[in-house]
């Protein structure tokens, strides 16, 4: 068989040699199904004589495709294209073999907000998150150059996180009214995995959550990704507790989540006499409560009324907490207080996750907790947060003027913002992006399509002169948004993309 191969010469053959450049040449040949699966190659005598080299060269060249697959040798026979190595390689279907995600409207809001943090462009008020400038890295280094850790405490620990640290938690908490040992605390990987694990452990597709509305968006997606079924109690005014026990009684609901202090977005305050009226109602029907408070230690005007947790009298509620508003949120440690019975099966879904948290983030915080430093650093981040809150709100009477309503929040890091005239959030998103500024939509905070004329402003990630600055550009892209309507103009938006 007459085989075409055109070799290299000079420079060239000195580089590739020529055994290489013969497998090259016959493995294209072969893939292109020029030569088609079967094919008896020439001997590796008359290869060698057909392309001008050694017999040893041409041997050469026929080990060099045996090795890619593409010939075989029989013994007795010749050298052959192997079977199928003229095929291309289909592409593994991978959008077959995943699950399908659940989608939402605002799905990948919070990656799509991290992001935008991460690239340090234009002036962000959208993530939730505290100043790095006020982490308190100098204590957390002091400590590590100071404090010498066990080594088997860099080893396993038991899932429901750090003895230690539990214990100081339960103590901090008993001190606060909560009465809790440490085995009522499990540690987990920030508060978004909290919620995770309560909704595996709690929730089947149908069951009925009740929230508010508008409430937490990481909780919406957490719920409806878990197949359940919202009921809304708006956020705004006072608690509508017959509407929740219309609810108690026609649907049996399997959860309530709330946000009673410094709720996100809204930044509302549920009084104390509403309170322990909800308790008494979720007693009444044996309502299991999941009460999320990232923000109480962050109160600028008058300390909060007491969580839930500590006013609750049949044991009904689940505590969610995290230290990643207080401290900084790279330590995603978070924890959870509940029923002993809750906790042994939050313990044990948490297994098929990651075993336990972060060892050495848990030694930290309970070195930090111990030496009392937390009190401390709370009590400069409430002076510092109350300057950026008035800081904002001073901007927003200064450049928003009455196109804008809000009321200042008592604590937290945010500002719940309302459009007084004809503009919408999602026009008033584009005008911002072009202004270089970014905020995150009302919608975003609902379940279902309510929102399109509020959104949130987190006034924590920036000093009083970017506060102005942003609040500025927002008020001008307000102003643009008003001019266009319910309808956002075309073209380049800048810099800058839209959070979502």
């Known amino acids: 068989m007459e085989i075409s191969i055109a070799l290299k010469a000079g420079e060239a053959a000195a580089t590739v040699p020529m055994y290489e450049q013969i497998a090259a040449q016959l493995a294209a040949q072969i893939k292109g199904q020029v030569l088609a699966a079967g094919t008896k190659l020439p001997p590796e005598r008359q290869l060698a004589e057909q392309c001008g080299v050694s017999r040893t060269t041409a041997i050469n060249a026929y080990r060099r495709l045996e090795e890619m697959g593409l010939v075989r040798t029989r013994v007795g026979s010749g050298t052959y294209v192997a079977e199928g190595a003229g095929e291309a390689a289909l592409p593994m279907p991978w959008h077959q073999l995943l699950v399908p995600a659940w989608q939402s409207p605002v799905s990948g809001i919070i990656r799509d907000l991290v992001a935008m943090d991460a690239q340090g462009t234009g002036i962000s008020m959208a993530t939730g998150m505290p100043d790095p400038r006020m982490y308190p890295w100098d204590a957390f280094r002091e400590l590590l150059g100071r404090e010498e850790m066990a080594m088997a405490d860099l080893g396993h620990i038991a899932t429901e996180g750090y003895g230690p640290l539990r214990e100081a938690l339960a103590a901090r908490h008993a001190a606060g009214g909560v009465a809790a040992g440490a085995e009522n605390v499990a540690v987990v990987?920030?508060?978004?995995?909290?919620?995770?694990?309560?909704?595996?452990?709690?929730?089947?597709?149908?069951?009925?959550?009740?929230?508010?509305?508008?409430?937490?968006?990481?909780?919406?997606?957490?719920?409806?990704?878990?197949?359940?079924?919202?009921?809304?109690?708006?956020?705004?005014?006072?608690?509508?507790?017959?509407?929740?026990?219309?609810?108690?009684?026609?649907?049996?609901?399997?959860?309530?989540?709330?946000?009673?202090?410094?709720?996100?977005?809204?930044?509302?305050?549920?009084?104390?006499?509403?309170?322990?009226?909800?308790?008494?109602?979720?007693?009444?029907?044996?309502?299991?409560?999941?009460?999320?408070?990232?923000?109480?230690?962050?109160?600028?005007?008058?300390?909060?009324?007491?969580?839930?947790?500590?006013?609750?009298?049949?044991?009904?509620?689940?505590?969610?907490?995290?230290?990643?508003?207080?401290?900084?949120?790279?330590?995603?440690?978070?924890?959870?207080?509940?029923?002993?019975?809750?906790?042994?099966?939050?313990?044990?879904?948490?297994?098929?996750?990651?075993?336990?948290?972060?060892?050495?983030?848990?030694?930290?915080?309970?070195?930090?907790?111990?030496?009392?430093?937390?009190?401390?650093?709370?009590?400069?981040?409430?002076?510092?947060?109350?300057?950026?809150?008035?800081?904002?709100?001073h901007a927003l009477r200064r450049y928003a003027g009455d196109r804008l309503s809000y009321v200042a929040p008592g604590g937290g890091f945010y500002f719940w913002c309302r459009l007084t005239g004809r503009a919408t959030t999602r026009t008033l998103l584009a005008e911002a992006a072009r202004e270089g500024v970014s905020f995150v939509p009302g919608d975003a905070f609902y379940p279902g399509t309510e929102g399109d004329k509020e959104f949130r402003l987190c006034y924590a990630t920036n000093d009083a002169a970017g506060l102005q600055e942003g609040v500025r550009r927002l008020a001008r892209a307000v102003a643009a948004a008003e001019k266009q309507g319910g309808a956002a103009r075309t073209g380049a938006p800048g810099p800058r993309p839209p959070i979502i």
């Open 189 to 393: 990987a920030g508060s978004q995995q909290g919620l995770y694990l309560l909704a595996k452990v709690f929730l089947n597709p149908g069951d009925y959550v009740v929230v508010e509305s508008p409430t937490y968006l990481g909780a919406l997606q957490m719920f409806q990704a878990a197949g359940a079924r919202l009921l809304t109690l708006p956020a705004a005014g006072p608690l509508q507790l017959d509407l929740l026990e219309d609810y108690l009684i026609r649907y049996r609901p399997k959860l309530m989540y709330v946000l009673p202090t410094f709720q996100n977005p809204s930044g509302r305050v549920m009084p104390l006499a509403e309170r322990q009226a909800l308790l008494a109602l979720a007693a009444r029907h044996r309502l299991a409560v999941i009460e999320d408070d990232p923000y109480s230690d962050l109160y600028y005007d008058q300390a909060p009324p007491p969580p839930l947790k500590a006013l609750d009298q049949h044991g009904g509620v689940i505590y969610l907490r995290t230290f990643s508003k207080t401290v900084f949120p790279g330590l995603r440690v978070g924890w959870v207080v509940a029923p002993e019975a809750v906790i042994n099966r939050l313990a044990q879904e948490k297994q098929y996750v990651d075993l336990h948290s972060n060892n050495l983030a848990q030694w930290l915080l309970h070195r930090f907790l111990a030496g009392g430093q937390l009190d401390g650093h709370l009590a400069a981040a409430r002076g510092e947060y109350r300057r950026r809150r008035d800081a904002t709100a």
